[in-house]
């Protein structure tokens, strides 16, 4: 089986431009937990999930520095000023861009469960030699592969008993 056979090809992207508030919508409005970050041609550029989002969001605690003889405290941030703060983001200003790990259609269904597992992945995004998005696969597109496989495989045990 190849990876062509499982992954979804109706594929959710956002573009660099894309703000944090704008992803968040696209997130919740689509059920999903992130998202490949392509040009205006396609192309993979990064990607996005929604725990990036959780951490660039997360208020920090107070802070003390220490320099010489003075002292300076920072406030504790309230949740609220950083959404205000925050939310206008560009998500280019936190999402992935480097080492991003992809599939091709034509890769088998050993290498995708070897990637998502090694790299503890939710989603890997599938792109073609030229680089543009084709599909993602997920853990659930495993899971639900494998699924069918140890069904098929129980139905042809019982039919040959």
């Known amino acids: 089986m190849q990876v062509r056979d ?10 660099h431009s894309t703000t944090v508030k704008e992803l968040i919508s696209i997130l919740e409005t689509n059920r999903i937990g992130g998202v490949p970050v392509v040009d205006d041609n396609g192309n993979l550029v990064g990607i996005i999930s929604d725990g990036d989002i959780v951490r660039f969001l997360s208020p920090h605690k107070e802070k003390i520095y220490l320099a010489y003889y003075v002292t300076y405290i920072e406030e504790a941030q309230k949740i609220e000023d950083v959404l205000r703060e925050k939310m206008n983001t560009p998500i280019k200003e936190i999402m992935v861009k480097k080492n991003i790990k992809t599939l091709a259609p034509d890769d088998d269904f050993e290498s995708a469960i070897r990637l998502i597992s090694k790299h503890h992945f939710k989603k890997i995004p599938v792109i073609n030699g030229a ?8 853990r659930g597109d495993i899971i639900h592969s494998l699924s069918k496989s140890i069904f098929k495989e129980d139905t042809n045990t019982e039919t040959t008993n």
């Open 6 to 15: 499982f992954m979804i090809r109706n594929v959710i992207t956002a573009k």
């Open 131 to 138: 680089g543009r998005v084709v599909g993602i696969i997920s």
